[in-house]
């Protein structure tokens, strides 16, 4: 079986990732939400991880690659504003849409408001486009849910359908082991790759198994990690339009006392995680966040430079 699976190789990736190593770095840690297939609940998982994290104290950007749909951030102006309303101690984190398809407008976006922040969440949109692969490029972290059904598992892997041997990478599963064998070829830390289910209904426990076989092959032959997943459960929708979550109700008094209807999943994705703490830098990292900030703002007052020098300006005292 071995002999038989084979990476396809993706043009381009040496240059993608020299492209992303050449940017200022970040001290933030970059969790990426990323599947080309589409609807599988990249945003949803992003939305409910940042809140969460933000919840739990940290200093938390959330970017949303998609600009068309903007659901993440949507979500995230929906819950500023049932803060403003109902006047809640509520726990935002700060968000921003890339609405260029472009490297830089990506790395604009985490030094202009990432700088301070612990954690940066990036939601990849449902395609793949330059913009979905520097957002990989940049992952720290990689989740990538997949709802368990063999035509989502085909973006990842290619499967015998008698045998169940995977037989090929699938164009996602190909883009990221790509980028991670790239990765290390330049000496770059690969991303912790973590696969998620998403969606799973409790009767389809027979489907499940050969979806879990089919997850673990691809896990095993592409670096990924296997994550617990998350059930089919309206919770995870209805109170989106508030951008709320329903560990959130609990601060809103006038609700009085609200049954807790999801269960610990978001937690224990971010446990599977394995993050850096959310509490304060240790004096390694503020030293390192210091040199960070300094050459953002370097590469930002250079920008604004050449923005000002036809008119004089800033250059000339520079
Ligand atoms: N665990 C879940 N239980 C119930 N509904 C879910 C769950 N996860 C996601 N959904 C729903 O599935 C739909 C798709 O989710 P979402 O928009 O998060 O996917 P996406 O991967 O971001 O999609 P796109 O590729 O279009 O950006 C939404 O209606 C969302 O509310
Ligand atoms: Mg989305």
Redesign the pocket.
């Known amino acids: 079986m071995d002999t038989a699976f084979s990476v396809q190789p993706v043009p381009g990736l040496s240059q993608l990732v020299a492209d992303v190593q050449s940017r200022p770095q970040r001290d933030a840690h970059v969790i990426v939400f990323a599947?080309e297939?589409?609807?599988?609940?990249?945003?949803?998982?992003a939305f409910h991880a940042a809140v969460a994290l933000a919840n739990a104290g940290a200093a938390v950007l959330a970017i949303d690659c998609?600009s068309r749909?903007r659901?993440l951030h949507m979500a995230l102006e929906n819950r500023r504003a049932t803060k403003t309303c109902l006047g809640i101690a509520l726990a935002c984190p700060r968000s921003a849409v890339v609405d260029r398809a472009a490297t830089a407008a990506l790395f604009q976006e985490m030094g202009r408001l990432g700088t301070r922040c612990r954690f940066i969440l990036i939601?990849a949109?449902?395609h793949d486009s330059p913009l979905a692969r520097a957002a990989i490029a940049v992952a720290d972290t990689l989740v990538t849910?997949v709802n368990p059904s063999f035509i989502d598992l085909a973006h990842l892997g290619r499967f015998n359908p008698a045998t169940m041997a995977l037989t090929a990478t699938g164009p996602f599963g190909a883009l990221v082991a790509g980028l991670q064998q790239e990765r290390e070829r330049q000496g770059i830390r690969p991303a912790d790759w973590l696969l998620l289910k998403?969606?799973v209904r409790p009767h389809e426990a027979r489907q499940q198994e050969r979806v879990d076989q089919a997850l673990a092959a691809l896990a095993s032959k592409l670096g990924a990690r296997i994550g617990s997943g998350?059930?089919?459960?309206?919770g995870?929708?209805e109170l989106?339009a508030f951008g709320l979550t329903h560990p959130d109700l609990d601060r809103i008094p006038q609700l009085g006392a609200v049954k807790p209807r999801e269960p610990q999943e978001v937690d224990r994705m971010l446990a599977e995680l394995r993050l850096p703490p959310v509490g304060l830098p240790t004096p390694r990292e503020q030293a390192s966040r210091a040199w960070v900030q300094a050459q953002t703002r370097t590469a930002y007052l250079n920008a604004l430079k050449d923005h000002v020098a036809p008119h004089g300006g800033l250059r000339a005292r520079a």
């Open positions: 599947n297939k589409g609807g599988v609940g990249k945003s949803t998982l998609d749909q659901s939601d949109p449902g849910p998403n969606r998350f059930a089919e459960r309206v995870y929708r989106f």
